[in-house]
C-alpha cells in the first residue's frame, strides 16, 4: 500500500506494523532516553520517511497523549510535518549517502 503526502500517519498508533519499533519508541519516550540516532532500512514506500517523521515529533513534542504519540498541533509538532524545523532535527535521506 503506498500513501500519498496528504494521508501519511502522523502517530505511532496510525503506523501498521512496526511494533517493536514503536514499543522503543514509545519507551524511548517514557523514559526521556533517546539513542543517538536511529537507522531505518526498508524498500521504498516501506514507511521510513513516516517513521522517521513521527520519531522526530516524538522526541520534541511536549503533549504526548498516553500512548506516546505526538499532539501533532504544536509548534514543535507542525515543524517536523511541515519540514520547517530548525537545529534540534537533521533527516538524511538515502540519496546523501552515496
Not at 494521508?7 to 519516550?29: F, H, I, Q
Not at 533517546?34 to 517523521?53: D, V
Not at 534540534?88 to 538515502?94: C, L, N, S, Y
Request: contains cysteine; glycine residues 10%; hydrophobic residues 30%.
Amino acid at each position: 500500500m503506498e500513501w500519498t503526502i496528504s494521508e501519511r500517519p502522523t502517530t505511532l498508533d496510525g503506523v501498521a506494523g512496526c511494533e517493536s519499533l514503536k514499543n522503543l519508541v514509545r519507551t524511548c519516550a517514557t523514559t526521556k532516553k533517546w539513542p543517538h540516532y536511529f537507522l531505518l532500512t526498508g524498500k521504498y514506500g516501506s514507511g521510513k520517511t513516516t517513521m522517521a517523521k513521527i520519531i522526530a515529533q516524538t522526541m520534541v513534542c511536549k503533549d504526548l497523549d498516553e500512548n506516546g504519540n505526538p499532539c501533532g498541533v504544536c509548534k514543535d509538532c507542525k515543524s517536523i510535518i511541515d519540514e520547517t524545523f530548525g537545529r534540534d532535527v537533521k533527516m538524511i535521506g538515502a540519496e546523501s549517502l552515496k
